[in-house]
């Protein structure tokens, strides 16, 4: 049913999905609208609360509030009357309702004549951006919606008009350009959609704007990109002579013209949007198909590894038909011959490829070999990457290409909050681009320059991984890990692979050992260094060895650890660097120590620091090695040296600027020592005076080892439901990231762990403890913040 109903000061048009309130569009949210539209229509019966979900949240699990919600919005708005509640049976529309009567002669009617393409199917969320895209068409004469194909833009335009018909008194008309080659058509394609007649004794263009006039209309530009020159010269001139004229136009450029808005639009939401659009286009092909607890994270992922594209979900959705959801998924990895539209579907969106080829065939030949070359960058790049992967010496000449690029939709930028600006490509726009490149014959030549680039880069960055640079470069290194790993596997196809490779593992050690995900560099680095590098300078060999040790020791493969530490010991053995030398010795001793095996580590561990201090190395070294020799102690039980200890290394490490990821470290090692000597209000303090730095700095595993050393303290205190879910949120932390705690952690952890859970039985801890392991970061910093505030 979708006659327009009247009740109160309220005109509802179901087909226009559009309520009017005095004449005027009501303010509701689109979910409010849903549920009045159902109950409305469903006037004669009670809705029950299940069906009533289905109708507004077709194909979503969604809790019973949200549709309280929604039916409170409603009455707030329309009077306690308009929906009653029966009990235990669900809603139902009870406002009266009245004949329609003539609206105020001030009231704008909305046209009953339009030119507007009737949509076949629902449209799926955007409704924020349909809002922002209201606003903005109200307020520019010129509003075009930009973006890469399939992404959108000409149903959320089509939507987007539907609902703007009662601002538009003189009408709306829709102009569909695709099909349009010869631009000498253009103005008779737009003349005929607005209905204006051809005069061959006129000026066309006169006659059209003459036609249009000075009364408020929209005109519809859908599919501009491939005419871009002449529908700018036609719309600058028509919003010249047609005072009430608006124009929204659809490109994957801008019209560029003065005074244009611009709305990018973007991918769908992964974990709404997308998903509704998803199950909603699968029901079309198969009307049984629902969205349960067991496909959905499946559909989700879909929706991710699709960028959130409209077109390519719609294309994996309507696949339902022959194929589970887990096929699909499988299936990704060659979506541009699985994922296939029909026939009757318009060229260019029959396909993904199609999609594609339609936009590159858009670009002039240096703009394709550009947009091919930026593909073998996984992660996004800076202006400076691109450059290299261009072949271009001059960043402002690349700068041009790449800007080219973005307007035209074949790069985004990426989020703000990274350093620097960055391009990148939705990752399904980067595999069509890597065809082309590997099409080309390029690609060796491309990835060959941009490992030498990242080589670079890594061992730059490397460089400040010990000092009061850290923290500038961490961010840095963080945006280039996707790029990073797969320069990794470049290294096993090009002739300088395993050269580049051993001197990553040189320079990123510590990255992964302390800010990275540590299973992933482990396994890039075993990958490296079984190459052989062949003539490579036994000094960054050395260096690669010992990286290598520290990766397996915090793994907790102690044997290898120290088998690497042994061959990189060798090696540095004959080059006369004190540094390297106590750096060689240490990382035996941290095997040592971890095979029970403490004489030995401390005998070694001192004849680093007396290197180190010979030598005059007062740097992180000489930190680090009073950390591990106060560790012993704390191992045997020595608490007073170890207290001295790691007083003296903290003090050093402030004066020498020493990074949070350092410091931290050595104030958990504090507290511990702390707790176990019973004196908790000086460990709360300890810990609390370092999580503030924990959160500023973006450290990750030093939340984890604080939660851990936070729930020891915990349990000593009394509150073991805590102790728990701390333990819990520090053990996810870690297996997350493949990390195996020091022996000596586990040592301190394990008996307060079995005090908790004495206390609580083990079925309230285990129960804590899961609570805990499935936190959200965010949840787990909260978790942490609040209980070390409480005290």
């Not at 609206?103 to 076949?120: D, G, K, M, N």
């Not at 040790?549 to 004190?578: I, N, Q």
């Not at 106590?582 to 070694?604: C, Q, T």
Request: net charge negative.
């Amino acid at each position: 049913m979708s006659t327009p109903l009247h009740f109160g000061r309220f005109e509802l048009r179901p087909a226009e999905r559009l309520l009017l309130d005095d004449g005027k569009p009501a303010s509701l949210g689109v979910r409010a609208l849903d549920v009045l539209i159902a109950l409305a229509q469903r006037r004669d019966q009670v809705v029950g609360q299940d069906e009533l979900i289905e109708l507004a949240w077709p194909g979503l699990v969604v809790e019973p509030n949200n549709l309280q919600v929604q039916v409170s919005a409603l009455r707030k708005l329309l009077g306690p009357e308009a929906i009653a509640t029966v009990k235990r049976r669900g809603y139902q529309f009870t406002a009266a309702l009245r004949e329609a009567e003539v609206e105020p002669a001030s009231v704008e009617p909305i046209p009953t004549q339009h030119r507007l393409p009737l949509p076949r199917t629902r449209f799926i969320g955007r409704e924020q951006a349909l809002a922002d895209c209201a606003g903005l068409l109200e307020r520019a004469p010129l509003l075009t919606l930009t973006g890469s194909g399939g992404s959108g833009k000409t149903r959320l335009a089509i939507e987007l008009a539907q609902r703007q018909l009662a601002t538009f008194a003189a009408g709306a008309w829709f102009v569909d350009l695709a099909a349009l080659q010869d631009p000498r058509r253009l103005l008779a394609a737009v003349a005929s959609a607005v209905g204006a007649r051809q005069d061959a004794m006129a000026d066309p263009l006169e006659a059209l704007c003459a036609h249009i006039g000075a009364a408020r209309a929209l005109l519809v530009l859908d599919n501009c990109e491939h005419l871009i020159d002449p529908v700018a010269r036609l719309a600058d001139r028509l919003l010249a002579a047609c005072a009430g004229l608006h124009i929204l136009a659809t490109s994957r450029e801008a019209l560029g013209l003065p005074g244009e808005q611009i709305f990018a639009v973007g991918p769908l939401s992964f974990d709404s949007d997308a998903v509704r659009l998803f199950v909603d286009r699968a029901r079309l092909a198969r009307p049984d198909f629902a969205l349960t607890p067991a496909n959905a994270p499946v559909i989700a992922e879909i929706c991710r590894r699709l960028d959130g594209i409209a077109l390519a979900i719609e294309l994996a959705a309507a696949r339902v038909r022959m194929f589970a959801v887990d096929e699909i998924r499988s299936r990704l990895d060659d979506r541009f011959r699985f994922l296939t539209g029909s026939s009757h579907a318009p060229p260019r969106h029959r396909t993904l490829s199609a999609t594609l080829q339609w936009s590159v065939k858009l670009l002039t030949e240096p703009e394709a070999q550009v947009f091919a070359r930026l593909s073998v960058f996984v992660g996004g790049c800076t202006l400076a990457a691109a450059a290299v992967a261009a072949g271009i010496d001059d960043e402002y000449a690349a700068l041009q290409i790449v800007t080219q690029l973005h307007d035209k939709s074949l790069l985004v930028m990426a989020p703000e909050n990274l350093p620097g600006p960055r391009f990148r490509m939705l990752e399904t726009v980067r595999q069509f681009a890597q065809d082309l490149l590997d099409e080309a014959g390029e690609a060796q030549a491309v990835r060959a320059r941009c490992l030498a680039h990242f080589v670079a880069f890594a061992e730059e960055a490397g460089g400040h991984l010990h000092g009061p640079g850290e923290l500038a470069w961490l961010p840095r290194l963080k945006a280039e890990q996707d790029n990073l790993i797969a320069a990794h596997d470049w290294c096993a196809h090009l002739p300088e692979g395993a050269h580049a490779g051993w001197r990553f593992v040189a320079a990123l050690g510590r990255y992964w050992a302390f800010a990275g995900p540590l299973d992933v560099g482990y396994c890039l680095g075993t990958a490296a260094l079984a190459r052989d590098a062949h003539g490579l300078d036994d000094a960054l060999r050395g260096k690669a060895l010992l990286a290598m040790s520290h990766l397996a020791y915090k793994r907790g493969f102690y044997d290898e650890a120290l088998r690497w530490a042994d061959r990189g010991g060798e090696l540095v053995a004959s080059t006369d660097d004190a540094e390297r030398t106590a750096v060689a010795l240490s990382l035996r001793a941290n095997a040592w120590h971890a095979m029970g095996r403490a004489d030995e580590a401390l005998s070694a561990y001192e004849q680093a620091t007396e290197l180190l201090r010979s030598n005059g190395v007062p740097d992180i070294r000489l930190v680090v090695s009073l950390n591990n020799i106060a560790e012993i102690h704390r191992g045997v039980c020595r608490h007073a040296q170890a207290r001295a200890l790691y007083d003296e290394a903290i003090a050093l490490a402030k004066r020498l600027e020493l990074p949070s990821s350092v410091t931290g470290q050595l104030q958990c090692n504090l507290a511990q020592v702390q707790v176990t000597l019973g004196q908790l209000p000086a460990a709360r303090e300890t810990l609390w005076a370092l999580w503030p730095l924990v959160l500023r700095d973006g450290l990750p595993k030093m939340a984890a080892r604080l939660a851990e050393v936070a729930a020891g303290l915990a349990s000593a205190l009394g509150d073991h439901a805590h102790a728990a879910r701390l333990h819990g949120a520090s053990l996810a932390g870690r297996h997350e990231d493949g990390e195996r705690a020091d022996p000596v952690d586990e040592a301190f952890i394990a008996p307060l762990m079995a005090t908790s859970r004495g206390a609580l039985g083990v079925e309230r801890f285990e129960a804590e403890r899961a609570a805990g392991e499935a936190m959200t970061r965010a949840e787990m910093e909260d978790c942490v913040a609040g209980w070390l505030a409480s005290g």
